[in-house]
């Protein structure tokens, strides 16, 4: 008697990988769904979301995410290797080469600090800049200077050309310079593995200036206007070089937010204090099934498109910014399948003249005006 196949297979796949260093170029994969159905059609991977609209819900989700041991979650200044070195420490990095396999990264304990993120199609750099030393000098209570500041060193340099300070756990070096990640086949060069155009967002995610005391002398409270920025002139440097750097940007967004005082991190009141001071990055190369009506088969059907979706997620916002793009041939994935839609797909990427093929063509960008 022949044996019935499963309408549904299920697999869960965890891979669990060190802590994120400036040389950690990975691909690491976070808990996965296949499905396999009767036809073998192409699998399709679940994007995690949150599951409620609510404050609370999306907080404590993005906790989650943010977290989890599966997520590059990158090292802060309040990592305990990092005691014993105050002034060597003054930022790190992550860089993240896109492929088959789901990858999530984050940034946690931003309560000052900054993170610029730069994502292509290719890949993403992330990093934490601490405030301090990087942006003010650390100072005893007697006002007397502890640590000059770096943000010469640690953003001017460092964030540029790379750094020589390493990681006190793994002895990896923690900054790696965006100007070298530009070179052919590296994330940021302006052409892709398949010779596509490879665009370049970036996002500036620092504090706004909330030192300001009311008439009464109240404490101090987020201030109104909302370009007054806590290091105005040390981001607009941030920006100014990273337009430069990168000519085929798609863009280049500040992301504000405000500093929360002790008691507001405190307060149990606040459903949305769990998500603060974190950044959640996700990567799926299999996000969706993309329909393209004007496109037909060779068997006058709409051309079905496999696209990769990236998504940045800030803090407190339940509405991430999102891009999507027909997958590269790198990036098709095929889940549980036979060889035949294996061997199927990759001849098609190989296809010339295929009408389907759409290699790298962008579908969808949100919040990345």
């Not at 790190?92 to 999530?104: D, I, M, Q």
């Not at 900054?114 to 007697?142: C, M, N, W």
């Not at 004007?294 to 068997?299: K, L, T, Y």
Request: aromatic share 10%; charged share 30%.
């Amino acid at each position: 008697m022949r044996r019935l196949r499963p309408y549904l297979f299920l697999v869960t796949t965890v891979w669990r990988l060190g802590l994120a260093n400036s040389q950690n170029v990975s691909t690491d994969t976070s808990p996965l769904s296949y499905e396999s159905p009767w036809n073998e059609h192409l699998s399709k991977r679940i994007f995690p979301f949150p599951n409620e609209n609510t404050p609370g819900a999306y907080a404590q989700w993005m906790a989650t995410e943010a977290t989890k041991a599966t997520t590059h979650r990158l090292r802060d200044a309040n990592d305990p290797d990092f005691e014993d070195y105050p002034v060597d420490i003054g930022s790190t990095s992550a860089v993240h080469v896109f492929g088959r396999e789901v990858l999530t990264a984050s940034v946690t304990g931003l309560s000052g600090c900054t993170s610029v993120i730069v994502v292509s199609k290719r890949g993403v750099y992330i990093s934490h800049l601490f405030e301090v030393p990087s942006f003010k000098a650390e100072k005893d209570d007697q006002g007397r200077v502890i640590t000059e500041e770096s943000f010469d060193k640690d953003v001017k340099h460092d964030l540029i050309k790379g750094g020589t300070s390493k990681d006190p756990h793994t002895g990896k070096l923690l900054m790696t310079g965006l100007a070298g990640l530009r070179s052919l086949g590296l994330p940021f060069h302006e052409k892709t593995a398949d010779g596509d155009e490879n665009p370049v967002w970036i996002f500036i995610v620092t504090p706004r200036n909330y030192r300001r005391t009311f008439e009464d002398h109240g404490p101090p409270r987020p201030m109104q206007q909302p370009n007054d920025l806590e290091y105005s002139d040390k981001v607009e440097w941030i920006y100014r070089t990273m337009v430069d750097l990168f000519p085929a940007k798609k863009g280049c967004k500040i992301i504000q937010y405000e500093r929360r005082l002790p008691q507001e991190l405190d307060d149990p009141n606040d459903p949305r204090r769990a998500a603060y001071g974190k950044i959640l990055f996700q990567y799926d190369p299999y996000a969706k099934d993309v329909t393209v009506s004007e496109r037909r088969d060779e068997n006058g059907r709409p051309c079905k498109v496999q696209a990769a979706e990236i998504r940045l997620w800030f803090m407190e916002s339940p509405n991430p910014a999102k891009a999507n793009w027909a997958a590269e041939l790198d990036q098709r994935t095929f889940g549980k399948q036979t060889v035949f839609p294996r061997r199927w797909l990759w001849g098609r990427g190989q296809k010339k003249k295929d009408v389907c093929d759409m290699t790298g063509k962008i579908f969808e960008e949100v919040g990345f005006d």
